[in-house]
């Protein structure tokens, strides 16, 4: 894991991705990587402490980047409930550089992945490579093996390339050749795309999609936080972020929001929520049950940050739209007459009863 302190670099500067080789491996032998919290213990933590780092987090956020405390907030919420997020924005605003810092501030390794029409499976997960010299395979470790992966344009590969995730994502693990390799905790991927250019894409499948847990919508800068960029660009004032907890505590911290308290009529009140989605009559197809599983995991994590150990209905409501709208589908009469899933979502909200 990287230990070090976030480095000072240009604001919305590029990260190339880099690859790791394993250890050698011949080609009968199944080597797996120790766990990543093996023979280490870590204090057992509590809400408080969870409000406490993410406080840390959004101070050292603040140095680097202007404004998007929704977005950061976003990133830590789907880490804490074990997660990924699909990030949705123009080119130039900030996505890689916060997705890099972000990092930084949690003791992780990250790693970008530019995703182009000519990327291979073996591109992203690695290979096994013959040495001649000593008769055995070396595994060469793709990009995927590290705890935050931004995957940027993911839209830009063919969907054979894009179903190389779906292992990764939903079990963390990679299996390369018929040997399965547990990814290290914890382990996030920061998906990005273009809403407007869309020539030379390959959408993403409905069923590629309601694998992330949330799916961001990013917008440019108001004025105010325009002209701060600009001055902090001139008068070079950004500095680097300061590490605030590592990749161990945080595998606790997912603990603890797993045993957060939910009572019956908030559970009652997810339910509504989804089966409104699939009888809303703008609605081809609503959300499956991980849209209800997703608000269940959003709405404890956004408690254990406020440092709450029970949910409240705030907490299901805050993040509902960002956790549902890329699960539905809209009939085309709806989409012609401009009707968008956020805003089913938000009618719904509005339209649901909220426990008391």
């Not at 830009?156 to 179903?163: D, E, F, G, I, N």
């Not at 894409?201 to 917008?219: G, H, I, M, S």
């Not at 325009?226 to 595998?251: C, D, F």
Request: net charge negative.
């Amino acid at each position: 894991m990287k230990e070090e302190e976030g480095e000072e670099e240009p604001i919305m500067e590029f990260f190339e991705m880099t690859e790791e080789e394993g250890e050698a491996v011949t080609p009968m032998e199944i080597v797996m990587p120790a766990p990543a919290l093996e023979g280490e213990e870590v204090p057992s933590v509590d809400t408080k402490d969870i409000e406490r780092v993410w406080q840390k987090i959004k101070e050292e956020m603040g140095k680097v980047v202007v404004g998007k405390l929704d977005i950061i907030e976003s990133l830590f919420i789907a880490l804490l409930s074990g997660g990924h997020v699909l990030m949705e924005g123009v080119p130039g605003i900030a996505k890689t550089w916060t997705a890099n810092n972000f990092s930084n501030t949690l003791g992780c390794e990250f790693k970008r992945i530019q995703f182009t029409p000519d990327l291979l499976p073996s591109d992203i997960l690695g290979t096994n490579v013959y040495d001649p010299k000593s008769g055995a395979f070396h595994l060469r470790q793709g990009p995927i093996f590290a705890n935050i992966i931004l995957a940027d344009e993911i839209n830009r590969a063919p969907p054979k390339t894009q179903s190389a995730m779906l292992e990764c994502m939903q079990e963390a693990q990679v299996s390369i050749e018929g040997v399965t390799y547990p990814l290290d905790k914890p382990f996030i991927v920061l998906a990005t795309q273009n809403p407007i250019e869309l020539e030379g894409t390959y959408p993403l499948a409905e069923a590629a999609q309601d694998r992330f847990l949330l799916k961001v919508l990013l917008d440019f800068p108001n004025p105010e936080e325009e002209a701060q960029v600009i001055k902090i660009k001139h008068e070079r004032k950004y500095s680097g972020v300061k590490k605030v907890t590592s990749p161990k505590t945080i595998a606790e911290m997912q603990k603890t929001v797993e045993e957060i308290y939910i009572s019956e009529e908030l559970i009652n009140y997810i339910r509504d929520i989804i089966v409104r989605t699939r009888r809303d009559p703008r609605c081809l197809s609503g959300c499956s049950p991980r849209g209800s599983l997703t608000l269940l995991k959003v709405s404890k994590a956004h408690a254990a940050i406020r440092g709450r150990d029970y949910v409240v209905p705030d907490d299901i409501r805050k993040y509902a739209s960002w956790a549902l709208h890329h699960r539905m589908i809209l009939k085309p009469e709806a989409e012609l007459e401009g009707v968008t899933q956020v805003r089913v979502v938000e009618e719904i909200l509005n339209d649901t009863p909220v426990p008391v």
